[in-house]
């Protein structure tokens, strides 16, 4: 059973920072690309970040400069730095991935609030 497990979220003021995990299992993690989305309330879900099985990162304008996706293969788990938050970042943030058949799994999601 694949299972993606998001922790890190909560409240943070404005210009702080939080880090996002997301543990994965029952999947070869080490071979898949894995990436970061987000919510809003009453807005579509959002790509944030990705990143590849060999470690290329791509991010969605908004968060470039300020956000960083990285995993670890060892302990099946990626990760999401923000830093420098705004309150227009504040989601439920998910992580995700796809594996070679075209499945998409997903993680329960975290709130991140950031207040003013």
């Known amino acids: 059973q694949v299972q993606l497990v998001e922790s890190g979220g909560g409240l943070v003021q404005a210009g702080g920072s939080l880090s996002l995990s997301c543990a994965v299992s029952?999947?070869?993690?080490?071979?898949?690309?894995m990436a970061w989305y987000r919510q809003a309330p009453e807005k579509q879900r959002e790509l944030v970040a990705t990143i590849s099985s060999g470690g290329s990162t791509n991010y969605a304008d908004s968060v470039k400069g300020r956000f960083t996706i990285s995993r670890d293969n060892a302990e099946n788990t990626v990760y999401l730095q923000m830093n420098s938050l705004n309150p227009e970042d504040t989601a439920v943030y998910y992580c995700?991935?796809?594996?070679?058949?075209?499945?998409?799994?997903w993680g329960q999601g975290t709130q991140v609030t950031v207040s003013s």
């Open positions: 995700q991935t796809r594996d070679f058949k075209g499945h998409d799994y």
């Open positions: 029952g999947i070869i993690f080490r071979i898949l690309p």
